[in-house]
């Protein structure tokens, strides 16, 4: 069974600071995808990453898959980013080909 | 161009009834993806088709939780006999394509937010 975990589950900071979200992930898991929801809001797909790095604006991504491993960098973090931040694995191969298995989702706040 | 669109955004049903949720993924989109997302739990994958055929339907709670789509397009989750613990946020993703490669990263819709009574 695949899976994914994320950490931390909440992550409160003041505005400028640098936030880092880590989500490790299991065997069967081809790459990664960091999704952000808002409150109350709908699902944003940020990123979509199998190797390396990726950057979009103060959001950067990277993974390492020889250790099954995958962050979420937000830099100088402003209040609009306080929302839940989701990694989730896709399947990498079967008849699920695809399927995303979620991770708990990490609430981050950010104050002014 | 127009992202991955769900009808209803919002359905109040009472228990016991049947209730049916669409989902039209992106135009040219092959792989469609059906996930649920309980209050206060975390996204849960249902179903996924691969053009008209659902390869996947493990995630399918019980009997009573159905899809089916149609000309490689739209989709319908149907939920007959509802539940109360069938209340939750149904959302539905599409991607060009659930093969291997760079083009299956998935597009999710604003959901369904299905309250039962």
């Known amino acids: 069974k695949n899976e994914v975990e994320q950490s931390p589950q909440n992550l409160t900071a003041q505005e400028g600071e640098f936030i880092t979200i880590n989500c490790s992930y299991s065997?069967?898991?081809?790459?990664l995808h960091w999704l952000q929801q808002h409150p109350g809001g709908g699902i944003v797909s940020l990123f979509m990453?199998?190797?390396g790095k990726k950057k979009h604006g103060r959001l950067i991504a990277t993974i390492n898959i020889q250790e099954k491993h995958s962050s979420l960098h937000i830099t100088a973090s402003h209040p609009r980013d306080s929302a839940v931040y989701i990694c989730?694995?896709?399947?990498?191969?079967?008849?699920?080909?695809?399927?995303?298995?979620f991770g708990q989702g990490t609430i981050l706040t950010v104050h002014p | 161009g127009a992202g991955v669109s769900q009808s209803p955004s919002n359905k109040v049903t009472e228990k016991g009834k049947d209730v049916e949720l669409r989902c039209d993924p992106i135009?040219?989109?092959?792989?469609l993806y059906w996930y649920r997302q309980s209050l206060g739990q975390g996204l849960e994958f249902l179903i996924y088709?691969?053009?008209?055929?659902?390869?996947?339907k493990s995630g399918l709670p019980s009997d009573r939780f159905s899809a089916e789509r149609t000309g490689g397009s739209v989709s319908t989750l149907t939920i007959q006999r509802t539940q109360q613990e069938d209340s939750a946020v149904y959302l539905c993703a599409s991607s060009l394509t659930s093969l291997a490669g760079a083009y299956n990263e998935q597009f999710f819709g604003p959901g369904t937010r299905l309250t039962v009574l």
């Open positions: 065997v069967g898991i081809s790459a």
């Open positions: 088709f691969q053009g008209n055929s659902a390869p996947d």
């Open positions: 989730a694995g896709r399947n990498a191969g079967g008849t699920s080909y695809g399927k995303l298995t």
């Open positions: 990453l199998s190797s």
């Open positions: 135009s040219g989109h092959t792989a």
